[in-house]
């Protein structure tokens, strides 16, 4: 089984719309994270939940906005997409020294 | 799945010693990056290689890049208890709009 799975793998959608990325982990941890991948391939924190609590908000508009229902699931929904918001876009879990990453989500806007 | 494999997995050293890491990787790449992450925090990025470069350095840290034998290697210098950290690379492959891969990541102790 994989240990963070993140659905859908690509999305692409128009410009205005509101989507949702899915991010669900089996290992138990206690964080997750979202992360964008930016156009330089460079990885960005997004936020950070720790046992379904907020930790880490980064500067994100705040058409973004993390979900987590229970401490296994860490959704990212988006609204009002632009052109911009296009990349692709990770989840992670992490507890004590151990992160594992999820496959990504590439999201174009069209 | 992860292409990235770091070894060590766990490092431990004392405060002024160098810490060595590996990553190897499977297919080819354009790029391979470098990460720490501190614990609870997010990742942080180190340095970028290309895959046409062989050696770069920023400030304590040296890293190296063999294409033929698909591995990087990061160096930190004098490290530090500061350093104590998770690094992660992560590579993006050929075609251009690959994904980040990313390896387990090596946990590095530096006790002072």
């Known amino acids: 089984d994989t240990a963070v799975s993140q659905t859908p793998k690509y999305l692409v959608t128009q410009m205005g719309n509101d989507k949702s990325i899915k991010c669900e982990q089996n290992l138990g941890h206690d964080t997750m994270y979202w992360y964008k991948q930016d156009s330089k391939k460079f990885l960005k924190i997004m936020f950070s939940y720790n046992n379904k609590e907020l930790i880490i908000n980064e500067t994100v508009p705040n058409r973004f906005s993390p979900k987590s229902p229970d401490k296994a699931h860490l959704n990212l929904h988006i609204n009002s997409l632009e052109l911009g918001d296009s990349a692709v876009y990770f989840c992670?879990?992490?507890?004590?020294?151990?992160?594992?990453f999820g496959q990504g989500t590439r999201l174009t806007v069209v | 799945s992860q292409q990235g494999e770091e070894d060590p997995q766990a490092l431990s050293i004392q405060e002024g010693e160098n810490a060595t890491m590996n990553c190897s990787y499977k297919t080819s790449i354009n790029n391979l990056q470098w990460y720490r992450q501190n614990s609870g925090r997010g990742l942080v990025h180190l340095i970028l290689i290309r895959s046409n470069e062989r050696e770069k350095h920023s400030g304590r840290l040296r890293v190296t890049l063999d294409t033929s034998k698909k591995s990087s290697s990061l160096l930190i210098t004098a490290s530090r208890a500061a350093d104590t950290a998770s690094y992660f690379c992560?590579?993006?492959?050929?075609?251009?709009?690959?994904?980040?891969?990313f390896g387990k990541g090596t946990k590095l102790t530096v006790n002072p």
């Open positions: 992670a879990s992490s507890q004590s020294i151990w992160t594992f």
């Open positions: 992560a590579t993006d492959g050929q075609g251009g709009s690959e994904k980040l891969v």
